[in-house]
């Protein structure tokens, strides 16, 4: 949210004005005091003309990661930003595969087998 703030050159005042919504609201959505459900997601949508989906994913993806720190998970993304699973290392976004790190250690081991292609 902070960053669609930055790029439209938005304060939290004019974002609450674009939601319909008190400035409370838009400081305890940026503190994180407050979730977004499907009320503040459309008013979301509509403030930056996106889908409520796009807020109540976002807010799905900051769940799962509170709730993995809470368990003592580690969430720490690689360079890309991602979080691999079962720290396992960098995972192929097209592929759902582990790739090879890039201090250029062994890859994770494969969570499943590739489909093999006949010729």
């Given at each position: 949210?902070?960053?669609?703030?930055?790029?439209r050159?938005?304060d939290?005042?004019?974002?609450?004005?674009?939601?319909?919504?008190?400035?409370?609201?838009?400081?305890?959505?940026?503190?994180?005091?407050?979730?977004?459900?499907?009320g503040?997601a459309?008013?979301l949508?509509?403030a930056f003309?996106?889908?409520a989906?796009?807020?109540l994913?976002?807010?799905?993806?900051?769940?799962?990661?509170?709730?993995?720190?809470?368990?003592g998970?580690?969430?720490?993304?690689?360079?890309?930003?991602d979080v691999?699973?079962?720290?396992?290392?960098?995972?192929?976004?097209?592929?759902?595969?582990?790739?090879?790190?890039?201090?250029?250690?062994?890859?994770a081991?494969?969570?499943?087998?590739?489909?093999?292609?006949?010729?």
């Amino acid at each position: 949210m902070r960053e669609e703030m930055r790029l439209r050159g938005w304060d939290e005042h004019r974002l609450a004005r674009s939601m319909g919504r008190g400035v409370e609201t838009v400081q305890g959505l940026l503190e994180g005091r407050l979730e977004v459900r499907e009320g503040l997601a459309h008013d979301l949508a509509k403030a930056f003309q996106t889908s409520a989906f796009v807020w109540l994913a976002l807010q799905d993806g900051e769940n799962a990661w509170r709730l993995l720190d809470a368990q003592g998970t580690s969430v720490a993304p690689d360079a890309s930003g991602d979080v691999a699973p079962d720290g396992g290392g960098p995972v192929d976004p097209a592929e759902g595969e582990p790739v090879a790190p890039v201090d250029g250690g062994e890859p994770a081991p494969r969570r499943r087998p590739k489909k093999e292609v006949k010729e």
